[in-house]
Structure formats: C-alpha cells, structure tokens
C-alpha cells in the first residue's frame, strides 16, 4: 500500500517536471536570456584571472538557475493557459507539495544539465 502510495506521488512529481520541460524551456526568451547570459557572464569573469574552475563552478551553477528561473517565471502562466495546461493543471488530481516538488525537480535536473554541458 505504501509502495504504491509512493510510486503514484513520484510519478505525479515526474510528470509535473516533464509538462514543464516541454513546455518552457524550448521558447525563445530561455534560449536566449537563460542560458547563454550566465555562461558569457562567467567567461567574463573567469578569463584573465588565475582562479581555480572547480571554485567558481557553485557560482556558475548558481547563475544559471537564477537566470532561467528570473526568464521563465513571469511567463509561466501566460504560456500555461496558451498551450491549454492550465485548466488541466489546476483540475489535476494532485498535491500543492506535488507541483512543488515537480517544480523544483525540474529547476534542478535543468540547471545540473546545462552547468554539466558548458
């Protein structure tokens, strides 16, 4: 009972992040304000100084989490309600936690992928 008490709320939480990944990360206002800023950005500050990378590597993960979230956030429900998931989300029988943890899931295998790639 357990086990499949948890298996349907993981699946919820995956779900969740997949509606989100398609949805949001492949517009225009991502591709160009999201992921290339933070990496021109790190460039910027990392060439011509003797740091270490494995130092400022935190700092560049971090800069692309905040730049994607500060380009995707205010854009999120305008986009949600054009592609028809807003209704669908909020008649979805699942949890306030649930869309969170989706969320965050989300956020975090996004900005582990784009920091892993650069």
């Known amino acids: 009972m ?3 008490t948890l298996r349907s709320y993981l699946r919820s939480i995956w779900l969740v992040a997949e ?3 398609r949805i949001y990360y492949t517009k225009p206002p991502v591709l160009m304000f999201g992921f290339p800023f933070p990496l021109f950005m790190f460039l910027a500050f990392y060439l011509g100084r003797s740091a270490d990378l494995h130092t400022l ?3 560049l993960a971090a800069m692309f ?3 994607v979230a500060s ?3 205010p ?3 305008p986009w949600e309600k054009r592609a028809g998931t807003y209704e669908r989300l909020l008649s979805f029988p699942v949890t306030v936690n649930t869309l969170i943890l989706g969320t965050l899931s989300r956020a975090c295998y996004t900005a582990s992928s784009s920091t892993s790639s650069s």
């Open 75 to 77: 854009l999120i429900t």
């Open 65 to 67: 989490v905040f730049f």
């Open 19 to 21: 509606k989100d990944m």
């Open 2 to 4: 357990l086990h499949d």
């Open 71 to 73: 380009s995707v956030g």
């Open 57 to 59: 590597f935190p700092g």
